[in-house]
């Protein structure tokens, strides 16, 4: 009996293990964005050398407030594509990454934000530089948003910020998917072997990888989005982690919508709501004007 509980707790940790090296490697290949002038693709580099793939899209004009758009797991700058057009539309410039270990970029295990962090850094800086520091504005989705609040140098310094989809902390977020497929019990017994992982992968332990914590550490406007039926972060965890916003905040709950569709929601009220919080913290930037034949 000892020797067939050691043999199954031995492969229930192969297991998890295996499940999360899947999680961390798994890459898809997006499409040529091929984004066309005035756009222009770059390559940056973060701090630890890891290149990162971006697209830029000018203002309507120089110094123009722009927004920097930060993509979920498994996704890509070229899921962004049509909120570039609509907000360079408005006049503001706007920048698109691919994080390491997705699209482009170098490769890279995906550390649900941590590592993340310091390609929203490099892009960050850069964009800053570019609009000769004008206001700057994040929309982080789901890894995007936790990407933008964790890492060693904290949220990043934006003058607003929209979390899209966005999980509190790393153990709640690993429960709520295994629950999704699984049930609750196989979650709560399942959750350490995952979370723990962190340590071992990333050099940090699962604590350190909450964005409720760091939320509470950024003071100026915030918006959160958050799926009615989004049973990866239930409506329940996006309302606290609009609790712990200190600053101005504004909080909109899609109803009906889970995780990915909350994740890629493209309707009118989503776009006006996403626009009137840009316009009303980073200013109201010059429309661009249309091209008539």
């Known amino acids: 009996m000892i020797a067939t509980l050691a043999g199954a707790a031995a492969l229930l940790l192969a297991g998890s293990w295996f499940a999360g090296e899947i999680t961390v490697r798994l890459r ?4 040529d964005l091929q984004p066309g002038a005035p756009a222009r693709d770059l390559l940056l580099r973060a701090t630890d050398g890891t290149a990162i793939a971006t697209t830029f899209w000018p203002g309507a004009e120089a110094g123009a407030p ?3 758009l930060l993509h979920g797991l498994y996704d890509s700058r ?3 594509v049509d909120h570039a057009r609509w907000l360079t539309d408005e006049g503001f410039a706007v920048m698109a990454i691919d994080f390491r270990g997705h699209g482009r970029s170098g490769a890279a295990p995906h550390s649900f934000g941590w590592s993340e962090a310091l390609d929203a850094r490099a892009a960050f800086d850069w964009l800053r530089r570019e ?3 004008a206001p700057i504005g994040v929309l982080g989705v789901s890894l995007g948003g936790a990407a933008a609040l964790l890492g060693p140098e904290g949220p990043l310094p934006c003058d607003a910020l929209a979390l899209q989809a966005v999980y509190p902390d790393i153990r709640r977020a690993a429960r709520n998917r295994v629950a999704a497929f699984l049930s609750r019990p196989v979650a709560v017994l399942l959750e350490p072997l995952l979370s723990y992982q962190s340590i071992w992968r990333f050099g940090v332990r699962p604590e350190r990888l909450a964005p409720i914590e ?3 550490r950024f003071n100026r406007p915030v918006l959160i989005v958050g799926g009615g039926a ?3 972060t239930p409506p329940e965890e996006t309302r606290e982690m609009y609790d712990a916003a200190p ?6 709950i899609l109803e009906g919508l889970d995780h990915d569709e909350t994740s890629h929601v493209t309707t009118d009220g989503y776009r006006n709501a996403i626009l009137h919080f840009f316009r009303s ?3 109201a930037a010059p429309r661009r004007q249309k091209q008539t034949t």
Request: aromatic share 8%; glycine share 8%.
């Open 78 to 80: 070229a899921d962004f």
């Open 131 to 133: 609009q000769r520091r």
């Open 247 to 252: 600053g101005p905040k504004e909080l909109l």
């Open 28 to 31: 898809r290949k997006p499409p």
């Open 66 to 68: 722009a927004v920097l």
């Open 230 to 232: 989004d049973r990866f």
């Open 214 to 216: 760091a939320l509470a």
């Open 281 to 283: 913290t980073l200013g």
